[in-house]
């Protein structure tokens, strides 16, 4: 059994201008230890995701539907104390934005130590020992001294590190990065990157890491879930999706990867703009922007089917034969232009 | 600190010197013969000469300012009224305990009541609370003082009888020529100013409270604490008031400020001897040494409790430090 299995999860915002579909109908599951990536555009769906997951999302304008199981026990929508019971303990969430994720007026310790105190019934003098331990656990210096500073007294790479520790210090079988690198420049991106695999192998918790970067994706991920439009387009184990990706969009964004290797006069994108969540286009949803868009793309929304093996899905409606096609092409052309380069 | 100290002293100067200087500048601008006032309606020519050269009104402007800036300085003397001969630093000794219970139980009152409403309406916006104590807002900010004054002490105090209509008590026992004095008839006669007070700060306050609040709610750090597990309670309490009583606190220190120089509408209506009174009394008098009083009185309060402020809020604060 999964240790978190997510099944058709929706969620639907009410706003003055009418429902926002922000996630239709998601599945996915993660293995215990294991790491998931989520893939997407901004607006794609992938931190309501999360945040529904978590019970995060603004319960009094949301509408949540679906089941998510935690170690086989339905937490979607389940009553605040059992939520917080389960939150920070069993699964807890770092943040893209460390420097405005931490309370500005409470010192570094006194917000670990807080995670420990709500759920443990621990002195505080024991929890501050938890949290200098945890400190040094991510890589702080001198953490026994540090642990009295204030989050203005830490630079980003380090703040970031401080959430790591407070999604880590009671020990959770599931850690949610909702894009933990996209804030912090490139050097410390690797270095937080690498923190994150070291503590996974000393802590054996399952990762979902969120992100727009493929090669965050390539380098962490066992699985990937690519999703547009607040629904999973595609979703396979990481070699699969880079070698045989079955969804026009997943070619988009493979496509747009920078490359070093190649001279390109501007960087390939995707064009067009992701669709609107509050009205959204009929059939595909990627149908707008997708040069291979045929009539039946605009009616009907392609249904999620397995390619060759149960554990690659996709939403396309071009037949295999074309797919080959057109990702051969894509690929010759690639490479041809490593070859100019 | 040290620099922090220094700066702040000499800013005090300068603001002390300004607002003198221009209640000076004012003062000599006004039409009205200040002699003239001072002596009475059956004085002659010579006798508002003689008045004139008493009170040195005859010197120039800048030499009567000397004056005034040397016997404040020197000997810490405000001088004395030109109309009654009291001394100036009595008169304001008696009026601003008047103003301060006015303005400090006004304070205590106004928060009382705009934090639990700011923070609630925050909390569920639209709800019929919210959208009550915006109609309160509406009316508290519009509302002159004077039409609140008046309408509390017809009901509560004419009406009704249950508060006196106007007058002061002393907190320490019964001044010389009244009946009443002691900490209960204070605060009895001090309610109806009170509630006037609140009711027109209140309405500033919740509004400001209440978008703190949900400016506050939406912070990464809020949804943070929320992450770990934390109850709402605890999330409100050490998370969400904690900053967003921030800006608050510079504002309640500039009110207050502000409003010790004198709350003129609700003394007047209530008639409360304080400085607000005092200071419409004695511009209708021209008598300079007593508005100059008040004026220096003033300037002290809003300088103190700026820098009441600026230390509160660095103890609140640790990303200010003060230097």
């Given amino acids: 059994m999964a240790m978190l299995e997510v099944k058709d999860l929706h969620t639907r915002f009410r706003t003055d201008d009418g429902v926002v579909k922000a996630v239709s109908g998601v599945s996915f599951s993660v293995e215990k230890g294991e790491t998931l990536g989520i893939v997407g555009e901004s607006g794609s769906g992938k931190s309501v995701t999360c945040l529904s997951v978590m019970g995060l999302v603004d319960q009094r304008n949301a509408e949540l539907e679906g089941s998510v199981l935690l170690d086989g026990q339905e937490i979607l929508n389940a009553a605040p104390k059992a939520m917080r019971d389960v939150r920070g303990t069993k699964m807890s969430m770092i943040f893209q934005d460390p420097m405005t994720s931490l309370n500005p007026v409470k010192s570094i310790g006194w917000q670990l130590e807080e995670a420990v105190l709500v759920h443990h019934d621990v002195t505080r003098k024991e929890a501050r020992k938890r949290a200098i331990e945890i400190l040094e656990h991510v890589k702080i210096p001198r953490a026994d001294q540090r642990v009295d500073d204030y989050p203005h007294q830490f630079s980003g790479g380090m703040r970031q590190r401080v959430m790591i520790a407070m999604a880590l210090i009671n020990n959770p079988e599931l850690v949610i990065a909702d894009e933990p690198t996209t804030a912090l420049d490139v050097t410390t991106q690797a270095q937080i990157l690498n923190l994150m695999l070291d503590l996974q192998r000393e802590f054996h918790m399952a990762i979902i890491m969120i992100t727009h970067d493929l090669g965050v994706v390539a380098e962490l991920a066992k699985e990937v879930v690519v999703m547009y439009g607040g629904r999973v387009v595609e979703r396979a184990a990481v070699d699969s999706l880079f070698t045989e990706p079955q969804m026009p969009y997943t070619w988009g964004l493979l496509g747009s990867l920078p490359r070093v290797d190649v001279i390109q006069d501007r960087l390939q994108q995707i064009s067009g703009q992701p669709p609107s969540l509050l009205r959204p286009p009929s059939g595909c949803s990627f149908n707008p922007r997708c040069e291979f868009a045929m009539d039946v793309c605009r009616q009907e929304l392609p249904a999620l089917e397995e390619f060759h093996a149960p554990e690659h899905l996709f939403r396309c409606h071009l037949d295999e034969e074309t797919r080959r096609e057109i990702w051969a092409a894509k690929q010759a052309a690639m490479a041809a232009e490593v070859t100019v380069g | ?323």
């Fill in chain 2, 1 to 323: 600190m040290g620099t922090f100290l220094i700066r702040r002293t000499f800013w005090a100067i300068f603001l002390f010197l300004a607002a003198t200087i221009i209640s000076y500048v004012i003062f000599f601008m006004i039409p009205g013969d200040p002699a003239q006032l001072a002596c009475g309606r059956a004085c002659t020519q010579e006798d508002v000469a003689r008045v004139r050269h008493f009170l040195g009104l005859d010197t120039p402007v800048y030499q009567q300012y000397g004056q005034f800036l040397w016997n404040l300085v020197g000997h810490q003397n405000l001088g004395r009224s030109f109309t009654n001969r009291q001394n100036v630093n009595y008169l304001i000794g008696q009026a601003a305990p008047v103003t301060a219970a006015l303005v400090f139980g006004g304070a205590v009152f106004w928060l009382a009541l705009s934090i639990p409403i700011g923070v609630l309406s925050a909390l569920r916006p639209r709800s019929l609370l919210d959208r009550a104590s915006m109609i309160f807002v509406l009316i508290g900010i519009s509302a002159h003082p004077v039409w609140i004054g008046l309408l509390l002490s017809f009901f509560f105090g004419y009406k009704l009888g249950w508060t006196p209509i106007a007058g002061y008590c002393n907190f320490f026992g019964a001044a010389p020529g009244s009946d009443c004095g002691g900490p209960v008839e204070w605060a009895y006669h001090m309610i109806l100013p009170w509630c006037t007070f609140m009711l027109l700060f209140a309405a500033l306050y919740v509004r400001l409270i209440r978008a703190n609040v949900m400016e506050t709610l939406n912070e990464d750090y809020v949804r943070t604490a929320r992450a770990k597990g934390a109850p709402s309670s605890r999330v409100l309490v050490h998370h969400v008031l904690r900053n967003s009583m921030l800006p608050v606190v510079t504002i309640l220190g500039m009110d207050i400020g502000l409003a010790l120089g004198g709350a003129i509408f609700t003394e007047t209506i209530f008639n409360l001897h304080g400085l607000g009174q005092q200071v419409i009394t004695s511009y209708n008098q021209l008598d300079l040494p007593v508005i100059m009083g008040i004026v220096v009185f003033s300037t002290i309060a809003v300088i103190v409790f700026n820098l009441i402020v600026d230390i509160t809020y660095a103890f609140l604060d640790p990303r200010i430090r003060l230097s």
